[in-house]
């Protein structure tokens, strides 16, 4: 079994800067890609940001140029660095990985949520 536990997740204003952590462990042989997801109320759980194993990343249009996304793969760790924050990213942000734990197919896993308010 997998799990994922993300932190870093809180209360803070418009224009500041949060950063969001997200530790893989369990039975992992190798993750291929993590990423970020969030969820506002009312609304649908969309992609904030992914990196693959080989670094490579790729962001929702609504971040770019003030979200960062980069992974730890010693410690089978994401983050994420939240900057220039606005009310409308507060949301439960959700931690995901594709893993491969040597057994079968690549498995997707998803951490509880933590939740960023940002106020206006």
């Known amino acids: 079994q997998v799990q994922l536990v993300e932190s870093g997740g809180g209360l803070v204003q418009a224009g500041g800067s949060l950063r969001l952590s997200c530790a893989a462990s369990?039975?992992?042989?190798?993750?291929?890609?993590m990423g970020w997801y969030r969820q506002a109320p009312g609304k649908q759980r969309e992609l904030v940001a992914v990196?693959?194993?080989?670094?490579?990343?790729n962001y929702a249009d609504y971040v770019k140029g003030r979200f960062t996304i980069s992974r730890d793969n010693a410690k089978n760790t994401v983050y994420l660095q939240m900057n220039s924050l606005k009310f409308e990213d507060t949301a439960v942000y959700y931690c995901a990985a594709e893993v491969f734990t040597g057994w079968g197919a690549p498995k997707n896993y998803w951490g509880q949520g933590t939740q960023v308010t940002v106020s206006s």
């Open positions: 990196i693959i194993s080989g670094g490579s990343t």
């Open positions: 369990g039975s992992i042989f190798r993750i291929n890609r």
